[in-house]
């Protein structure tokens, strides 16, 4: 089955700094990996795919990367700002002709001004 | 565009209720979701259509029943809901899996409260 684990649960950070959220999941026959942002009491935005053959991808001061051999991405953001506080949720395109995402839980990023 | 639209934003209900949630979209999609989202939690599927036919059934209960009347339109209907089952109610939609981009664009939900 399955699984996937975001760590840190929760992190603060001064403004400015770089920093890095962190996704595994146990069983390497994924679809794709996709990144999402949900601000409080809202929907989610996507942030970035990557297909399980890619490597990596990068929007703007955002970098993801998949290393599925080891059942690991990271989300990279650069130069961080207040905006990019919200809950960072990674989730696992999983399955064929069932085809669904499996969600880690997420991790609560606090910028400090 | 990229936007998935819900109505209504906010609905009470109580348990004898029927409601329904609509879910529109423009993108040409022809997978449409609907999830269910605690506070804190991350999303957990309910139903997927794939072409307008109906492909995962995550055991939800009888008492949600969705609809997919075209390619753009997707449906909850509610009927004598549990408090239990107060929550974000969001709809998704992407292309189907194998066309190469399978991102899935979210709308700001349903916030549902039944008492």
């Known amino acids: 089955k399955q699984e996937v684990t975001q760590i840190p649960a929760a992190l603060s950070v001064p403004e400015g700094e770089n920093l890095v959220l962190n996704c595994s999941f146990t069983d390497s026959a994924i679809y794709n990996l996709q990144w999402f942002r949900q601000d409080p009491g809202k929907g989610l935005t996507s942030l970035l795919l990557i297909q399980s053959s890619q490597r990596e991808q990068t929007s703007g001061r955002l970098n993801a990367s998949l290393d599925k051999s080891s059942g690991r991405s990271t989300l990279y953001i650069a130069a961080s700002q207040p905006g990019d506080s919200a809950t960072y949720l990674c989730?696992?395109?999983?399955?064929?002709?069932?085809?669904?995402?499996?969600w880690g839980a997420g991790t609560k990023l606090i910028i400090k001004p | 565009d990229t936007e998935v639209t819900q109505t209504p934003k906010h609905l009470v209900m109580g348990m004898t209720n029927k409601k329904s949630l609509k879910c529109e979209q423009h993108?040409?999609?022809?997978?449409m979701y609907w999830y269910k989202q605690k506070a804190k939690k991350p999303p957990e599927l309910m139903f997927v259509?794939?072409?307008?036919?109906?492909?995962i059934n995550e055991s939800v209960p009888s008492r949600f029943s969705p609809e997919c009347p075209n390619s753009s339109l997707l449906n909850l209907h509610l009927h004598a809901l549990q408090p239990e089952d107060s929550a974000l109610y969001l709809c998704?939609?992407?292309?189907?899996?194998?066309?190469?981009?399978?991102?899935?664009?979210f709308g700001p939900g349903t916030r549902l409260l039944v008492l």
């Open positions: 998704a939609s992407s292309r189907p899996p194998g066309q190469g981009q399978e991102t899935q664009y």
């Open positions: 993108m040409g999609h022809r997978a």
């Open positions: 259509y794939s072409y307008e036919k109906l492909s």
């Open positions: 989730a696992v395109g999983f399955g064929d002709s069932n085809y669904q995402l499996i």
